[in-house]
């Protein structure tokens, strides 16, 4: 890419002397910046002509600090895996994000594609560049521990659901319940700083942070006691399984109808990858 555009006075390029992760590299180019808006893009992210455009309307709002785009996996047709991960983002985006930014607060504004207002990022990079976990410099959480820097600031975090970006899913169970470990492990990290805020906020979003970190435990739980029972009673956990199968069949079920694609039905395999993969992970 330098290559190729290094003689292209629309773009200017800041060569770090080592590889110093995405955090650094980000922190670099945003002060040698100088425009109002800085557009967060992942190097494997495509973006929707349009992205730009709406993404800036949304910041034309001086108290939202940072707006994120829809996303969607590129390579959504290569296998089974990548199939659930499309329907997943389909979620996390248009359920997920769309609610708390009804409330004012997208709780992470997801790196392949996000918008930040400029003279809120400078205030900012100090406490994220100087952030550590477990006595070492943090490198990963990127996104997530930016976005509550936001909220902590002050600012609006927003979701644009017709901003789309299509980004490179992992296609391989491997790499992807790989990502799923940092991502949980950030979420985790991240919800004490985010729990501070919680006062300051719409109740629901406390109900919401409560939620993505209770939600995996309570399953957790659902599925160690259908083990118990199945190991001291020798009984099948008819109702555990009854109350799971039933859980994902609605979730799903309402995912096809708001979305109207049955495709979103067989996002119920996702459950079986939670309950065998990502848990035991």
Not at 212 to 234: D, E, H, K, M, Y
Request: hydrophobic share 45%; charged share 20%; with cysteine.
């Amino acid at each position: 890419v330098h290559e190729a555009y290094a003689d292209d006075a629309r773009f200017k390029f800041t060569l770090l002397q080592k590889n110093g992760g995405k955090r650094k590299a980000q922190i670099a180019a945003i002060r040698q910046s100088s425009g109002d808006l800085v557009l967060n893009v992942d190097s494997d992210t495509i973006l929707a002509p349009d992205v730009i455009t709406k993404l800036s309307r949304k910041m034309q709002n001086p108290a939202v600090g940072a707006a994120m785009g829809q996303l969607t996996a590129s390579n959504r047709d290569d296998t089974w895996l990548t199939r659930l991960i499309d329907m997943e983002y389909w979620l996390a985006c248009n359920e997920e994000r769309a609610a708390q930014a009804r409330f004012g607060a997208v709780m992470c504004c997801c790196g392949p594609c996000a918008m930040y207002r400029r003279s809120a990022l400078t205030m900012l990079l100090d406490q994220y560049e100087t952030q550590f976990f477990r006595g070492k410099p943090s490198d990963f959480g990127e996104d997530r521990h930016l976005t509550i820097l936001m909220l902590t600031a002050g600012f609006q975090t927003e979701y644009v659901p017709d901003a789309i970006a299509a980004t490179v899913v992992p296609d391989k169970l491997g790499p992807y319940l790989r990502q799923q470990l940092r991502w949980a492990r950030s979420t985790f990290r991240d919800t004490f700083l985010a729990l501070r805020l919680l006062p300051g906020l719409d109740r629901y979003l406390t109900l919401d942070v409560i939620g993505q970190n209770i939600g995996p435990l309570l399953l957790a739980l659902s599925v160690l006691s259908g083990l118990a029972q199945l190991v001291f009673t020798a009984t099948v956990p008819s109702w555990t399984c009854l109350t799971i199968a039933s859980m994902t069949m609605v979730r799903c079920g309402f995912a096809a109808f708001r979305a109207r694609e049955s495709r979103f039905l067989g996002f119920s395999l996702h459950t079986l990858v939670n309950v065998f993969l990502l848990l035991p992970v």
